[in-house]
């Protein structure tokens, strides 16, 4: 995964935008992406984590507690505000974060290609203090916690793949084109 600043700093945002693959169909990642009850048997980073409504449908809220390899913790509540599967969930945050998020799946045939983007402004008094002292910290916990999701998805994704029959292939973030801006990750 690429991160990079484009730009002035702003210690207290988060802007984030990537592109990964997933060998699974888009239909196939939106229902184990809506398994919310294993969720925190997935990542030892989740705690406290529950939802007002099953799946990913309009007006779910899910709540949770984001915990990076850094000494600090993000109590956020991502509220679903459009779902359109197995295409598209937009969401907004708040908590010691708060803005917008959208993660976007496309069939890439034989797999789904998955856009991610969020830009959060940061709420928390003391997490903004510590934007402030130890930025480039606060920025490596958060690529983090997103490599080790998108891990966790795609461990799952491949077991299914698997276990259906389809041939294992690898992932990660994908190439890009030149003068592309996907992959941009800036200054939180």
Not at 69 to 77: Q, S
Not at 124 to 148: F, I, K, Q, T
Not at 162 to 174: E, I, N, Q, R
Request: glycine fraction near 10%.
């Amino acid at each position: 995964m690429r991160t990079r600043l484009e730009g002035p700093r702003r210690v207290n945002r988060v802007e984030y935008q990537e592109e990964f693959w997933f060998p699974v169909t888009p239909d196939q990642l939106w229902v184990m992406a809506g398994r919310f009850d294993q969720f925190e048997s997935w990542w030892g980073w989740l705690r406290e984590f529950r939802t007002e409504q099953g799946g990913l449908v309009a007006g779910n809220v899910l709540h949770g507690t984001i915990i990076p390899p850094v000494p600090y913790r993000l109590r956020l509540d991502v509220r679903l505000e459009r779902c359109d599967r197995p295409l598209l969930v937009d969401a907004t945050v708040d908590g010691d974060l708060s803005g917008r998020a959208v993660l976007r799946l496309q069939d890439a045939g034989d797999g789904t290609r998955v856009a991610v983007a969020w830009s959060l402004e940061m709420r928390s008094v003391p997490l903004r203090v510590a934007a402030r002292v130890a930025y480039p910290l606060l920025r490596w916990g958060h690529d983090r916690v997103v490599e080790m999701a998108v891990a966790g998805f795609r461990r799952r994704a491949l077991r299914d793949a698997a276990s259906a029959g389809a041939p294992k292939t690898g992932g990660g973030p994908l190439p890009r084109e030149p003068g592309s801006s996907a992959g941009s990750g800036t200054a939180m």
